[in-house]
């Protein structure tokens, strides 16, 4: 097997996941976003509201960089922009999120 393809193999692109969730009562999904353009970072998974997240299919953590929200790609944009697509965006909302890499320091 060539470098190239182990290379792809273990690209980031094969760990992004998919949520599905669906608004409570209230109309809130129970989860905050923070991070955003404004800040020099992608969207990022904040608190999950015990009891208030209401995820369908998949797994969602705290600290996953969003990626797509109902397949409208919001790398780029500030919180208030992630906070309109997904109010804007029907039930159920599906979330493309990955987790962040750890970050290691050069010395």
Not at 6 to 13: A, D, G, I, L, V
Request: with cysteine; charged share 30%; net charge positive.
């Amino acid at each position: 097997m060539s470098k190239s393809l182990k290379k792809r193999k273990n690209h980031w692109t094969n760990k992004v996941h998919e949520s599905i969730l669906c608004r409570n009562e209230e109309g809130e999904l129970g989860l905050q976003l923070k991070g955003g353009a404004e800040h020099g970072q992608f969207p990022v998974i904040g608190e999950l509201l015990p009891g208030r997240a209401v995820c369908h299919s998949g797994k969602l953590f705290q600290e996953d960089l969003v990626l797509e929200v109902n397949d409208t790609p919001v790398a780029g944009l500030t919180t208030r922009d992630v906070h309109a697509v997904v109010k804007h965006s029907k039930d159920p909302v599906r979330l493309k999120c990955v987790k962040q890499a750890l970050r290691r320091d050069i010395v």
